[in-house]
């Protein structure tokens, strides 16, 4: 064996044992500290959380959390913090196929203050997530405390179980309103309308008009300049008087 072998096989060796630890060190799952989230909550903010379960659908969820997060890069202004909860950390997926992470687990961490809660529409609103008395029994625990509660399209199922709407007007999505009706006769439902703001209760058509009640919420809280700004932000041609509503105060 010649001198230059006799060199190159410890170095062969280092490699060898460098990229077996490599491709261990890889296949070890990530663990809870390594999930990312946004979890860094400017105390000065509104809290914004959205409640997310399997079968979400994307835009009731995306619309207004666009809207809402953008308010971040807008001055002289009390922004909003974004953030997701569900009844577990693991990966959400929406009804579209989008893999989420939650920042909250509600079943288990203690929740920072929560100003907003956002119900998007999800794929079982209108039955088996109606039975879920944990989630009934969260966004009831967070109503107590809210300055406002808010739905798009089917949301408002969840508000309505959770017996908050029931001296309240609501809508929800346009073709689920007889649906909503029949589970929840003691409602004031409106039909024809794109949201409703009742008290602190804010109920949405849904769809990529859930844009409207998130940029109304918006107007409500910063002005209609800064609402403008928002939706020039998105391209969204926005003007409240344009946009069928009914506000109750």
């Not at 959400?92 to 529409?121: C, H, K, M, N, Q």
């Not at 008087?241 to 105060?249: E, G, M, N, T, Y």
Request: a negative charge; proline letters at 4%.
């Amino acid at each position: 064996m010649t001198l230059r072998k006799l060199l190159l096989y410890p170095a062969l060796i280092f490699c060898i044992l460098f990229a077996t630890s490599c491709k261990e060190m890889a296949a070890e799952p990530a663990g809870e500290d390594a999930v990312s989230t946004r979890t860094e909550l400017d105390p000065e903010n509104y809290n914004v959380a959205f409640l997310i379960m399997d079968g979400t659908y994307n835009t009731e969820l995306t619309a207004p959390f666009d809207i809402f997060q953008h308010t971040k890069y807008r001055e002289g202004i009390r922004a909003m913090n974004t953030f997701l909860v569900a009844n577990t950390k693991d990966p959400i997926t929406t009804f579209e196929g989008i893999r989420l992470l939650p920042d909250f687990d509600y079943t288990a961490d203690e929740l920072p203050r929560i100003d907003i809660l956002v119900i998007p529409s999800a794929e079982h609103h209108l039955d088996t997530d109606l039975k879920d008395k944990v989630m009934l029994d969260f966004v009831k625990r967070i109503d107590a405390e809210a300055m406002y509660m808010t739905s798009h399209c089917d949301g408002a199922f969840v508000l309505a179980a959770a017996g908050l709407l029931d001296d309240k007007v609501s809508t929800t999505f346009p073709s689920d309103i007889d649906t909503y009706r029949e589970k929840f006769p003691q409602l004031d439902v409106r039909e024809d309308v794109l949201f409703v703001h009742d008290g602190k209760y804010i109920t949405s058509a849904g769809g990529a008009r859930s844009f409207d009640a998130a940029l109304y919420l918006c107007e409500k809280l910063y002005g209609a300049a800064v609402a403008r700004s928002l939706a020039g932000g998105l391209v969204i041609d926005w003007n409240l008087q344009k946009v069928p509503h009914l506000i109750l105060q």
